[in-house]
């Protein structure tokens, strides 16, 4: 069993940065892939960012490609999610996900989740 706790998330501007971070619990945390999802109100929960195991290969939704950076910490079982040039568009819930095929991961199949973390960019 996996568990995830985000956390980070907050008002910010745009154009202004935020980190969210993910820590999980358990053993194997090296051995998941790890992801970021996000749901804005009245939409369906969207793909952000993914990170192997290892750390070495990253995916990104096209809507944040070049403003977000995913990296992970098997040290400190902790994924990361530095948003960068933020904008009102992103505001979202914030989930954490890990587990399952990278593919798997990406498509929204993980069967770790965290509960969640509030991002607000105001205008």
């Known amino acids: 069993q996996v568990q995830l706790i985000e956390s980070g998330g907050g008002l910010v501007q745009a154009g202004g940065s935020l980190r969210l971070s993910c820590a999980a619990s358990?053993?194997?945390?090296?051995?998941?892939?790890m992801g970021w999802f996000r749901q804005a109100p009245g939409k369906e929960r969207d793909f952000v960012a993914a990170i192997s195991s290892s750390g070495i290969t990253t995916y990104y939704a096209d809507s944040v490609k070049g403003r977000f950076i995913i990296s992970r910490d098997n040290a400190k079982n902790t994924v990361y999610l530095q948003m960068n040039s933020l904008k009102p568009e992103d505001t979202a819930v914030y989930y954490c996900a890990a587990g399952g095929s990278s593919s798997q991961l990406r498509a929204g199949g993980s069967p770790y989740w965290g509960q969640g973390t509030q991002v607000i960019v105001s205008s």
């Open positions: 358990g053993r194997t945390f090296s051995s998941y892939p």
